[in-house]
């Protein structure tokens, strides 16, 4: 990715089920926070933006994450642009 | 070869069917899986369920499932129908067809599908009760075990 868009670029930030409803919000696009470089990382930072974002994240143990459209683990890299979705263990089917 | 929808509107098993088979002689067999809507969940009644998804990524999910049963068994093509928004008990949730020339692999591909669909598609459900409040389905250990037994490798 160009060194421009890597330093103006956005994460794009979902969350569904009831990690929407603690957090109040269904969607949210921040600037790639300083010393932020993985999910895990993003998850550390955002605990801290708000009440409701501390309850979603309170316990990992229930919380996915997908980047861009995909499953994620906690170790994985974030870039700008990145879409990034955090939800419970999936019950479908 | 697979088709794979995500949609409000109920499904005709009987139309997906035919979509399914039109025009092929070489199907030996068909397997077929409905899920539908219980009215009671842990000894409480259900009025409702809500189906949330993550547009985009659940399609992409679903299409990635239907290439892993494709991948692993032979088929002659498979069906894919998900549901989303508010259900009422007795009505359909997910339909799976999976047609192959032997029905080992369409019987084998529809229980992969079906769970996996389970475990590896981003949907959420939440319960409406009958009797007021609501609640979101905790993902059941039963069901990633179920999914977990497909993880062995190759079976045709």
Known sequence: ?93 | MATVRVQEQDFDVAAEFAALTLGRTDIGGIGCFVGTVRDSAGGRRIGAMMLEHYPGMTERAMAAIADAAQARWELLGCTLVHRVGRLRPGENIVLVLAAAAHRQAALDATAFLIDWLKTRAPFWKKEEFAGGGEAWVEAREADEQAAERWSGGVRA
Request: charge should be negative; include cysteine; glycine fraction near 10%.
């Open chain 1, 1 to 93: 990715m160009a060194d421009a868009a890597a330093t103006t670029g956005t994460l794009h930030i979902l969350y569904f089920a009831w990690l929407r409803e603690r957090v109040g919000l269904a969607e949210e696009r921040v600037a790639l926070p300083p010393g932020v470089g993985t999910v895990g990382e993003l998850v550390d930072w955002l605990r801290e933006r708000s009440a409701g974002h501390a309850a979603a994240f309170a316990s990992m143990r229930t919380v996915r994450c997908a980047v861009n459209q995909e499953f994620a683990d906690p170790d994985r890299r974030l870039a700008p642009g990145d879409e990034i979705a955090f939800f419970p263990p999936v019950t479908g089917g």
